[in-house]
């Protein structure tokens, strides 16, 4: 690699990310209701008081500067925010609004998730994705927290990994609101798009203009056979339909999704066309699809083909295709964010190697034209890791669950060393002196 090819470019933002509800505490919505009933995979784990971010927000973004990052990901909570419909919590938003400001007089520039996973209790009882009304109890929602952007030059996430929330939430049944039914999926997801460009028109609004996009969870497919057609086929489809679809219904206003015998559909939304100003990545395997000759079709499977070790949740550790996404997203014509990429790392020594590796893409891209504007880590601190629970730690800093107290992992001083210095090194490099120079 060249030494240009070795360098980040001064306006390049190096960031960290977190969601309200992996890392606040003390938050009531669909999730806690989930966990009440058993349904994580240790039936009894709960996120309860998260890492207690509510509170330590201080003392986390010092934790952010102090790795050399220059934005903070945050989501909103609906369900503070909201906790009744239609009856909005203003202290919830004041309490934003003051943690907004702060991120910024920390010189930390805030990058605000609106929909990370997580409703109002109320949410699925009443306007369900899959239902037409979710788009007006959305609107109605971001037209409330629109006035706490206002002056913070914050980029805007209307939307984190909806495929996930539509996989898991709507066509397996496996996280809220638990139904399992391709046309309900499909239906959750047209209103998903229509709902982030009704949020893009309250933004506008109020605003008078915004940096918006989606956050969207991408996998590297690859064939489980390689010489097998249908497996192929099935990495073709589940491209289109898992990576591209909702980018593609925000660049063209076209929705289309084609999963033959799962789910389906091709719908007009002009109002979504040309509704992002940057695409938002959030990469950290590759999957490999095998056909099965019975519903659903489809096996996915982590697999170690290059024998580098699974990840500790038991992803494949897969650099490459990160690169392999960051060239499929320049078709959009729209600067590129990565909104998230991590390792999950009990003990912390793999990080420093999987963020030097996945740079290392982010830079090959960059020198071949992907116009990619920054790089936020997944996650500032270890935290609730979902259906996982307290299992998996994908943090910079170390949190002990018990004490709450944050312990910086190897990976702090080696992320602090590049976004600092600009230059790609190895992690080798970073522990000699002159490193971060
Ligand atoms: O923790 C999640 C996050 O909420 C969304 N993206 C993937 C992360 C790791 O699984």
């Known amino acids: 690699m060249s030494v240009h090819a070795q360098t980040f470019p001064e306006h390049f933002t190096f960031g960290v990310a977190t969601s309200a509800y992996q890392v606040e505490g003390g938050i009531e919505n669909d999730w806690a209701e989930w966990e009440r009933a058993g349904k994580l995979k240790e039936p009894h784990a709960r996120c309860g008081p998260a890492v207690d971010h509510w509170n330590r927000f201080e003392e986390d973004y010092a934790l952010a500067r102090a790795v050399g990052a220059t934005a903070f990901r945050i989501s909103l909570e609906w369900a503070r925010v909201e906790p009744e419909p239609g009856r909005f919590d203003e202290a919830a938003l004041e309490a934003y609004r003051e943690r907004l400001t702060r991120m910024r007089a920390h010189g930390l520039r805030p990058v605000v998730t609106l929909h990370h996973f997580t409703h109002p209790t109320w949410f699925a009882g009443l306007t369900p994705w899959h239902l037409p009304a979710s788009v007006e109890a959305f609107r109605r929602y971001v037209r409330r927290v629109a006035p706490l952007l206002e002056g913070l030059d914050a980029l805007v996430i209307s939307f984190n990994e909806p495929m996930v929330l539509l996989l898991g939430g709507y066509l397996q049944g496996a996280i809220p609101p638990g139904i399992a039914d391709g046309p309900r999926t499909m239906a959750a997801m047209e209103n998903m798009v229509r709902s982030h460009a009704a949020a893009r028109q309250e933004l506008l609004e109020r605003l008078g203009r915004v940096e918006l996009g989606i956050s969207q969870n991408m996998l590297a497919f690859a064939p489980d056979r ?212």
């Open 226 to 437: 390689w010489w097998h057609p249908m497996d192929r086929a099935l990495v073709q489809l589940s491209a289109q339909a898992y990576n591209h679809a909702f980018h593609e219904a925000l660049s063209s206003g076209k929705l289309r999704v084609s999963m033959p015998g799962v789910a389906s559909t091709r719908v007009d939304i002009p109002a979504a066309r040309d509704s992002v100003e940057f695409v938002g990545v959030n990469y950290y395997t590759r999957a490999h699809l095998r056909f099965v000759p019975r519903p659903p079709f489809i096996e996915f499977k982590y697999r170690d083909r290059r024998e580098r070790g699974y990840t500790d949740i038991g992803w494949e550790d897969w650099p490459e295709g990160f690169l392999q996404i960051l060239r499929e997203v320049r078709r959009y014509g729209r600067p590129v964010w990565i909104t998230e990429n991590g390792i999950d790392d009990r003990d912390g020594q793999r990080r420093p190697s999987y963020i030097h590796e996945h740079l290392a893409q982010v830079l090959t891209a960059r020198a071949e034209g992907v116009d990619v504007r920054g790089y936020l880590y997944w996650s500032l601190l270890d935290n609730f890791e979902w259906l996982e629970g307290w299992g998996p730690r994908f943090g910079l800093y170390h949190v002990d669950f018990q004490t709450l107290e944050r312990r910086p992992t190897p990976a702090c001083d080696y992320y602090r060393a590049v976004a600092t210095g600009r230059r790609l090194i190895t992690p080798a490099e970073a522990t000699q002196p002159s490193a971060a120079r």
